[in-house]
């Protein structure tokens, strides 16, 4: 039982520090950018419990992993005014893709802790070490995976507000039209359409394959600081 809890713990750990970390990003870019709303409603802080929504953080990540079916979850969104932004349309691309680029970067600082952890640990099989090493592994892997799952281009995912600035007027009207209907089409292609069509799982199809590149990057620089 206890085993169980831990393993859990070095799940859920990572997991709130990532979502936190992304959101927050979101809001101090938007601040950066003439944006003051995240700030004003107090949603600059890393205070988790400002961030985490406990259905969509904690209850059905939770539930798609006992039925294991494909992970996605949500925290509550940072807000954002793209017309109190100087430049709304590019300044939404660049508040998008704060929170992709934020996971990255965290990414990289838990593959040196990581490397960090191994050279100073040795041979040791401390019970303290071991979680530890636990939750900077997972905290990699999670945020590589959150920063490149957020930049598929449906609504409400970060990757969709990349797209909706590219776009001519004429394409991004109509594709920002889409953003009502975002959460049922989520669950369509990311539950409904794996069920009975396995081979076309969106996650394993699209983002599994760079998931797996970039973590390979990333325990490379783990080993390269562990000095193997």
């Known amino acids: ?3 169980t809890l831990l393993q859990a713990a070095a799940l859920v750990i990572p997991l709130i520090l990532a979502i ?8 101090w870019t938007a601040l950066a950018l003439g944006d003051p709303t995240a700030r004003e409603q107090r949603r600059l802080s890393l205070n988790p419990l400002r961030h985490v929504d406990p259905v969509g953080t904690v ?20 807000p954002v005014n793209r017309w109190r932004l100087r430049d709304p349309k590019r300044g ?8 992709p680029v934020s ?9 040196v802790l990581l490397g ?16 530890a090493g636990q939750n900077l592994n997972n905290f990699m892997m999670i945020n590589v995976f959150l920063a490149l799952f957020n930049l598929l281009p449906i609504p ?10 590219l776009l001519p007027r004429g394409l991004a009207e109509p594709y920002a039209r889409l953003r009502p209907y975002g959460f049922p089409l ?43």
Request: net charge negative; charged share 10%.
């Open 1 to 3: 039982m206890n085993q």
């Open 20 to 27: 936190v970390f992304h959101e927050v990003a979101h809001g």
């Open 59 to 78: 209850i059905l990540p939770g539930a798609l992993a006992l039925a294991g079916a494909p992970i996605f979850g949500w925290a509550k969104p940072v």
């Open 92 to 99: 939404m691309m660049v508040v998008a893709a704060a929170g």
């Open 103 to 111: 996971n990255l970067v965290l990414a990289a600082i838990g593959a």
């Open 116 to 131: 960090l952890l191994v050279r100073l640990a040795g041979s040791s099989e401390s019970d303290v070490l071991q979680f």
């Open 156 to 165: 409400p995912f970060d990757g969709s507000h990349i797209v909706e600035g």
């Open 186 to 228: 989520l669950i369509v292609l990311l539950l409904v359409v794996p069920y009975f069509f396995p081979q076309w799982g969106l996650v394993g199809r699209l983002v599994v394959p760079p998931v797996m590149w970039a973590t390979g990057h990333y325990y490379a620089l783990a080993q390269f600081v562990a000095g193997d």
